[in-house]
Nanobody, 122 residues
């Protein structure tokens, strides 16, 4: 059983900052991809940022230069530092991770956090 628990969302004024955290726990052998997605009302869930175990990152064009993704492999935790927030960043943010729980099979499963609301007021 694997759980992803997110924290750090909230209400902030435009131009402000928030830091999201997502900790994975349970029967984990290894974690590959970790990322953050977001979903605004009436819209699809889109990738915001992703990071590999080695630290390679990828960002949506809309957040480049403002958001920074990082991870602590020892703590099985991924972070999203969000600066210069805009009202368009308002959404539910979801943590995602590709996790292997069984060393023998090596099967990778995808897990999602419960989501955390980020609201940016103008």
């Amino acid at each position: 059983q694997v759980q992803l628990v997110e924290s750090g969302g909230g209400l902030v004024q435009a131009g402000g900052s928030l830091r999201l955290s997502c900790a994975a726990s349970g029967s984990i052998f290894s974690i590959n991809f970790m990322g953050w997605y977001r979903q605004a009302p009436g819209k699809q869930r889109d990738l915001v940022a992703a990071i590999t175990p080695g630290g390679s990152t990828n960002y949506a064009d809309s957040v480049k230069g403002r958001f920074t993704i990082s991870r602590d492999n020892a703590k099985n935790t991924v972070y999203l530092q969000m600066n210069s927030l805009k009202p368009d960043d308002t959404a539910v943010y979801y943590c995602n991770a590709h996790i292997t729980t069984n060393q023998k099979t090596g099967i990778v499963n995808t897990y999602w956090g419960q989501g955390t609301q980020v609201t940016v007021s103008s």
